[in-house]
Antibody, heavy 123, light 112 residues
Framework: QVHLVQSGAEVKKPGASVKVSCKPSGSTFRGFRMHWVRQAPGQRLEWMGWIHTDNGNTKYAQKFQDRVTITRDTSASAAYLDVRSLRSDDTAVYYC????????????????WGLGTLVTVSS | HLEVTQSPSASASLGASVKLTCTLSSDHNSYAIAWHQQQPEKAPRYLMKVDSYGRHTKGDGIPDRFSGSSSGAERYLTISSLQPEDEADYYCQTWGADLAVVFGGGTKLTVL
């Protein structure tokens, strides 16, 4: 059974940065795309970007490409989401999700989700 | 411009069936989508992928009560024999030629 284990809740002040981690268990780390999706309180799911765990290629939603960096550490088998210059409207649950890939091809649907990391931005 | 539209809410009685709809923008009616379920206060869970032919690929442990189909630009999720635990938000997810992912606004399903 695949689980995506995320780091714990964070409380940050406006203007600060936050780094959230995601580690798969029950599955290999390499050969997939890992996505980040956030959900503000009472709001819809909002896609932020992805990273390919093999080559480190990334793709970001236009809204986030100036303030967000997604990285991976293959030795730690973990993916990371960095959000800079935090504002109160960045308060949300941040989810990592794995994209289904098979034999070197990826298919763009997210087949496993982490439990989420709550990031609260408050002065 | 790729867009995905869902009705904000739906309701059906316990034990009945319900069909949720995800509508792709007209230039993208050949695209596949994925359905995700989000029960209250929980993380989303992948249900299935549905292609333009109506073929669906379910996630691990998804009951037979859940099925997918297609017609034109519409992709459907049908849930039969509704159970209390089916009360949830259901999100449609697709992806564009620019490799970006798009979510619909979600449908809140109430089981009466």
């Amino acid at each position: 059974q695949v689980h995506l284990v995320q780091s714990g809740a964070e409380v940050k002040k406006p203007g600060a940065s936050v780094k959230v981690s995601c580690k798969p268990s029950g599955s290999t780390f390499r050969g997939f795309r890992m996505h980040w999706v956030r959900q503000a309180p009472g709001q819809r799911l909002e896609w932020m970007g992805w990273i390919h765990t093999d080559n480190g290629n990334t793709k970001y939603a236009q809204k986030f490409q100036d303030r967000v960096t997604i990285t991976r550490d293959t030795s730690a088998s973990a993916a990371y989401l960095d959000v800079r210059s935090l504002r109160s409207d960045d308060t949300a649950v941040y989810y990592c999700a794995r994209e289904y890939c098979n034999s070197g091809s990826c298919f763009f649907y997210l087949d496993y989700w982490g439990l989420g990391t709550l990031v609260t931005v408050s002065s | 411009h790729l867009e995905v539209t869902q009705s904000p809410s739906a309701s059906a009685s316990l034990g009945a069936s319900v069909k949720l709809t995800c509508t792709l923008s007209s230039d993208h009616n050949s695209y596949a989508i994925a359905w995700h379920q989000q029960q209250p206060e929980k993380a989303p869970r992948y249900l299935m992928k549905v292609d333009s032919y109506g073929r669906h690929t379910k996630g691990d442990g998804i009951p037979d009560r859940f099925s997918g189909s297609s017609s034109g630009a519409e992709r459907y999720l049908t849930i039969s024999s509704l159970q209390p635990e089916d009360e949830a938000d259901y999100y449609c997810q697709t992806w564009g030629a620019d490799l970006a992912v798009v979510f619909g606004g979600g449908t809140k399903l109430t089981v009466l």
